[in-house]
């Protein structure tokens, strides 16, 4: 059965009929509503700088109101230390006028005190006239001051809540923006799917003169053709076949083909997004992750060496397979030796132990903790080692903002280094300690105790 192809007219003409089922419409009002959304932000990031601009207005009035409250609390100040120097200044001259008395004529110098005190008492009645008017004064800043105040907090209200709708218009905007986008990118696909389907046709078949007589003859709209093909389809299966039940077949297993392939792209399209996705997250905590590692390695690092020994943390990473990360340490206990991962088979019971209390100490800055309990860790490791790692764990636990560390054992070397930060308490127990202790909460001597036992 020979192939129909369509010629290039009814090819541009199928372009045209795709293009035409793209929302074109969408992404029209998609731009109206993005550009809206631009004009309303810059409305409204203008009337914001309006408002600050009448709040740094309102704050230069403030200042200024505060300046002259201030300037009336000083002239209140003054009067009154000049009221209270008028006041000693009467004092004086009473004493004065008494002296006085004295030696003058009593009529003449009781006419003096009193036109003295007239003029004094019409002094200080208008200072407390002139005070009277500034302490009114005062009252009426003071409110105007308490009314711009106000005013001045409910503008920056209104700015608050204008910042605040700015903020959504912005990320309405972006949501637009990123719709306008998805469409673009849909319509390029679907172009480069028709380019596609087109030079494919065209690399099947080239057109020729009866050819495109035959697609002259064949409808002009998508409908039209859609039935074309179906009536094609139809005489197709009407036909006689051998086998009946090969085209059914074929049919089967062509629609088969087309679900599997296009689950297959989903499917591509889905890894691809989760991929993506677990890039983004891994991007935010790994970083994080890899510092405090890294951290932990300077210090771990700083206190082998001290002990004359070398040591190092690293991250264990594993890709994708977050399930095998996990931290590894690598202890070197020998010069001559290569670092080796902390482990039964490379390290000696001892050797674990001082690499454990060392990892331990290393975490002390890094992490949040009340305290710490460790327990016998100091049990088979050799005295040189054990008096490092008591010095270490000494030095870690007496530095400020640190957790508690409870070291619990059985024994200890003599002699070692104990800072004011220590404490020691030895716990007593036994067959032979009710004696003891009953000696104890008598408040006797510790000779006494000793006796007492040695005479159990």
């Not at 203008?46 to 109101?65: N, P, S, T, V």
């Not at 719709?179 to 690399?203: D, M, P």
């Not at 009536?231 to 074929?250: G, H, I, P, R």
């Not at 930060?421 to 408040?443: D, V």
Request: glycine share 4%; proline share 2%; net charge negative.
């Amino acid at each position: 059965m020979a192939s129909v192809v369509p010629p290039r007219r009814h090819m541009q003409n199928a372009y045209r009929f795709i293009l035409v089922d793209l929302n074109i419409s969408d992404i029209e009002r998609l731009r109206s509503e993005n550009d809206e959304l631009k004009k309303k932000v810059e409305g409204m990031e203008e009337a914001l700088r309006e408002l600050q601009k009448g709040q740094r207005k309102l704050e230069d009035e403030e200042a200024e109101i505060r300046k002259k409250k201030e300037t009336i609390i000083d002239k209140v100040r003054f009067h009154k230390k000049r009221r209270e120097e008028i006041q000693r200044r009467v004092d004086i001259k009473r004493r004065t006028l008494e002296d006085i008395s004295q030696e003058e004529d009593a009529e003449s110098s009781t006419r003096k005190l009193t036109d003295q005190l007239a003029k004094l008492n019409d002094q200080r009645f208008r200072a407390v006239i002139k005070l009277k008017s500034l302490l009114v004064e005062a009252v009426a800043l003071k409110w105007s001051s308490a009314e711009k105040n106000m005013a001045f907090i409910e503008l920056d209200t209104k700015i608050w809540e204008m910042e605040k709708d700015v903020k959504k218009f912005e990320k309405d905007a972006v949501h637009a923006a990123k719709g306008y986008e998805n469409c673009k990118r849909i319509t390029q696909e679907h172009r480069q799917v028709l380019l596609k389907a087109k030079q494919h046709a065209e690399s099947i078949s080239v057109i020729t003169e009866d050819l495109a007589k035959e697609f002259e003859k064949m409808p002009s709209t998508v409908e039209e053709l859609e039935g074309a093909i179906q009536d094609t389809e139809s005489e197709a299966n009407s036909m006689l076949f051998l086998n009946q039940n090969v085209l059914q077949e074929y049919q089967n297993r062509q629609r088969e083909i087309e679900s599997i392939s296009t689950k297959l792209e989903d499917d591509k399209v889905e890894c691809e997004r989760c991929c993506s996705e677990i890039e983004t997250t891994k991007g935010k905590w790994l970083p994080t992750l890899r510092s405090l590692v890294l951290k932990i390695n300077d210090t771990f690092s700083r206190n082998f060496q001290e002990m004359a020994v070398a040591g190092e943390v690293s991250l264990d990473e594993h890709g994708l397979d977050f399930s095998q990360y996990g931290i590894l340490i690598k202890v070197k206990f020998r010069q001559t030796g290569q670092l080796q991962v902390l482990s039964a088979h490379h390290q000696s019971g001892g050797e674990r132990s001082v690499s454990t209390i060392l990892y331990l100490v290393s975490l002390q800055d890094l992490t949040n903790c009340p305290f710490r309990v460790v327990d016998e860790i100091n049990q088979g490791m050799d005295p040189v080692n054990e008096r490092k790692m008591f010095q270490q764990l000494v030095r870690a636990a007496s530095q400020l903002n640190t957790p508690q560390c409870f070291l619990l054992t059985p024994k200890l070397l003599p002699d070692l280094e104990y800072s004011d930060a220590c404490s020691i308490l030895n716990i007593m127990n036994g067959p032979w300690i009710e004696k003891p202790a009953q000696a104890w909460s008598a408040g006797d001597c510790w000779r006494k105790v000793m006796s007492v036992e040695a005479g159990n």
